[in-house]
């Protein structure tokens, strides 16, 4: 029952689902929470894969219109949660002052330049690798799909357990007080049971999405290395900034893909 409170934590927060009762935000429930990461990636890759194939295959809509309804999809479901970091961050990044000034602007509830133009760029960028990946998709196209926010909400989970926290106070603090590096022994098991699956049904699935895999652990590794050297550590904007980064490489990667290995 914690567990499954622990996940309904994670739907309040990083989706626009409403969920009609009171969970407490507690030592215990934040901590199923933080182990429940994959869970929910995993769902909501199986959401957007489904949008897809119901547009191209149940619907008159062209390729284009598909690829627009599962790019305004993945916005409505998250409620855009992540992209107020994005465009936080963005201002803090390019604002070229030291840390404490970037952790101030942050803060700051007002949006500069440079976030209104670097949220354009993400997601025109998205919406130029779903269309394309539209344009070339395969049946495996789905299936790949699928990992994206699975990889990106696990990336996500790393950094807040692994990356010292730039501020004592605020969500990423918060969460990472309720659980340690520990719980997160759960996510490489997630990824071998989802890996052992593709493989089973398709080798040249397996090396695809082994692709992806190698991809976030490289997108990992930058974002935790640069959140500090940025930031001097991890707050919530720099989470949802690094969730938006992580998931908009990861489509590059896929598109990449279609374009070289799976034509």
């Given at each position: 029952?914690?567990?499954?409170?622990?996940?309904?934590?994670?739907?309040?927060?990083?989706?626009?689902?409403?969920?009609?009762?009171?969970?407490?935000?507690?030592?215990?429930?934040?901590?199923?929470a933080?182990?429940?990461?994959?869970?929910?990636?995993?769902?909501?890759?199986?959401?957007?894969?489904?949008?897809?194939?119901?547009?191209?295959?149940?619907?008159?809509?062209?390729?284009?219109?598909?690829?627009?309804?599962?790019?305004?999809?993945?916005?409505i479901l998250?409620?855009?949660?992540?992209?107020?970091?994005?465009?936080?961050?963005?201002?803090a990044?390019?604002?070229?002052?030291?840390?404490e000034?970037?952790?101030?602007?942050?803060?700051?509830?007002?949006?500069?330049a440079?976030?209104?133009?670097?949220v354009?760029?993400?997601?025109?960028?998205?919406?130029?690798f779903?269309?394309?990946?539209?344009?070339?998709?395969?049946?495996?196209t789905?299936?790949?799909?699928?990992?994206?926010?699975?990889?990106?909400?696990?990336i996500?989970?790393?950094?807040?357990?692994?990356?010292?926290?730039?501020?004592?106070?605020?969500l990423g603090?918060?969460?990472q007080k309720?659980?340690?590096?520990?719980?997160?022994?759960?996510?490489?098991?997630?990824?071998?049971?989802?890996?052992?699956?593709?493989?089973?049904?398709?080798?040249?699935?397996?090396?695809?999405?082994?692709?992806?895999?190698?991809?976030?652990?490289?997108?990992?590794?930058?974002?935790?290395?640069?959140?500090?050297?940025?930031?001097?550590?991890?707050?919530?904007?720099?989470?949802?900034?690094?969730?938006?980064?992580a998931?908009?490489?990861?489509?590059?990667?896929?598109?990449?893909?279609?374009?070289?290995?799976?034509?």
């Open positions: 029952m914690k567990t499954i409170k622990g996940f309904l934590i994670n739907i309040q927060f990083f989706t626009s689902i409403p969920v009609p009762m009171q969970i407490p935000m507690d030592k215990v429930h934040l901590k199923r933080v182990i429940t990461f994959p869970i929910l990636g995993l769902l909501q890759g199986l959401f957007y894969s489904l949008v897809l194939y119901g547009f191209l295959e149940w619907t008159p809509f062209s390729q284009l219109a598909s690829a627009f309804a599962l790019w305004l999809a993945i916005i998250t409620g855009g949660i992540h992209l107020d970091g994005w465009m936080d961050a963005s201002d990044f390019f604002s070229y002052q030291d840390r000034k970037r952790l101030e602007i942050m803060k700051d509830p007002r949006t500069g440079f976030g209104v133009l670097s354009i760029v993400l997601l025109a960028a998205r919406f130029l779903i269309y394309e990946i539209v344009l070339q998709q395969q049946p495996e789905y299936w790949l799909i699928a990992l994206i926010p699975f990889l990106g909400k696990q996500m989970g790393v950094l807040l357990m692994q990356v010292r926290p730039a501020k004592p106070e605020g603090a918060m969460f309720a659980a340690s590096a520990r719980d997160l022994a759960f996510y490489p098991a997630a990824v071998l049971l989802v890996f052992v699956l593709y493989a089973m049904a398709d080798i040249s699935l397996a090396v695809h999405a082994a692709i992806l895999l190698l991809a976030a652990a490289g997108f990992l590794m930058f974002a935790a290395v640069k959140s500090v050297k940025w930031f001097g550590g991890i707050t919530g904007d720099v989470l949802g900034a690094s969730a938006e980064g998931e908009c490489f990861l489509w590059m990667v896929l598109w990449l893909l279609h374009y070289f290995a799976m034509s």
